[in-house]
């Protein structure tokens, strides 16, 4: 009878548990998507609800938002192979409970043999095919460096932290519509730059439900859960991206990997109307020209303006354009060029900035030529909070949709084509239109820019706004218009969110537009003299906004992004 008691005692036990989520194990095959939660203790927003999944469940284990960072940036290299990857770089910014702000940079950098005019013909002209589309465009990857710099502020064993990848790269997932979608585009060009077709190639169409499974990626996973840093760096692994860029002329090499290491950078911080913004310090430009952004339009009374009238786009843009043209001269890697970012956001040098602004007239870029934005603007962003007051922002990204499109044979995972932010040539755009001088010239080693903007808002020393987005160069744009939505204009997170957004870069002198935004704003923008772009989805903004002791998290309804708390 007791042998009985103590049975149903410990199956009892078993089941509170499980069902309390400390053995929770991740089954892709699932997931509810969520667009807006509201949670108590701790949340995770990211471009898969199966990632922000794994992430919640490691703060169920006690976790902090860091272990639910690396977790949850582990998942997105399986099931958001897009963006997701241990082949790129990114950038986080960690905020800690006991108020100690971080900046960890695992961009990548240019290998030891890429030069300066690497990408020109011999009539000197740019090629942006081999800076895009090609082996010699893929940079030495951070990603994975990055995770282990951050582990330093982590609880739990890395084991821990990526056996959710593992698992979800072991035994499949099933594919989101976005998801399906993007493979079906890029099919063409990964049999184009593959010899043997990878796993993201099958001969019917994905359709949304189908099942990828990633055994290559899932032994790779293996190795780095077994062998750390070096089980992706060096050994088989290294071995194998080094023989994959030697058959294919690429430049990488094993002592390029070796001697890749993240780094640990002093943030962005600024105070913007009582709240504490954190962001990212160069080699991103994100964290300048967010500054500049938010410093020069409150100059100009934006808090006394509405969202989408024609006063504040008009400001918004003018803003925006003197910030791009700032970072296409001055801004580049930090450890290669002096650049005066004490000058580029001091409110003496704003103000002259904005010294020929002008409300009622359109500014103009001239003199410079055009540049063009395609689509494909393919890097992710995650937030994560925990109970305790912890938050991390992270931003990581292939470059374009799929990275360079070179999958490593052996290795199962795809490498980014991040050379193209570099600047090719002085005033040639690259493939977000973004033009770049001498700050941004290729050197060997060197990082290239970037913009990225994963950025905390704090209140009082405690996280209040995570945000962050992918989008190319349109991303400070973004995260400088959520900011000023939810503090100037009083939106709440949802309402940041899902507004159209809008973005100006200097060079194209145009104002692009999301397909929804206001009508009479854009003819009374073009009544003035400005160029409008309509165009498709800017970003895919994810959003934590904490507040009075709730967590609101946001999942951008521009893709499969989802929301996961408790
Ligand atoms: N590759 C996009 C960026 O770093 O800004």
Known sequence: MNQLKTLVFLILMYVLISSCGHQQKINGYHFETRKEIEVRRGAVVSASPIASQVGVSILRQGGNAIDAA???????AVVHPSAGNIGGGGFSIIHLKKGQNIAIDFREKAPGGASRDMYLDSNGNAQLNLS???PLAVGVPGSVAGIFASMKYAKLPFKKLIQPAIDLAENGFVLAQGEAESLNDIKEHLLKMNAVAPVYVKD???KTGDTLIQKDLANTLKRMRDYGAKGFYEGETGQLIAAQMKKDNGLITEEDLKNYQAKERSPIVFDYKGNTVVSMPLPSSGGIILEQMLKMSAMENLGKMNYGTLASVQLMSEVERRAFADRAKYLGDPDFVKV????????AYLKKRMSDYDPNKAGN??????GYIIEGEETTHFDVVDKDGNAVSVTTTLNGGFGSGIVVKGAGFLLNNEMDDFSAKPGVPNMFGAVGGEANAIAPNKRMLSSMTPTIVLKNNQPYIVVGTPGGTTIPTSVYQTIVDMVDFKMSPKQAVDSPKFHQQWLPDVIFVEKDFNKNTIEELKKMGYKISV??????TEVIEVKDKKIIAVADYRGDDGAVGY
């Open 70 to 76: 690396i977790a949850t940036q582990l998942a997105l």
């Open 132 to 134: 895009q589309n090609s």
């Open 204 to 206: 019917s169409p994905w």
């Open 340 to 347: 005066p970012v004490k000058t580029l956001v001091s409110d």
């Open 365 to 370: 870029s001239k003199d410079t030529k055009e």
């Open 535 to 540: 165009r498709g989805s800017i970003g895919r």
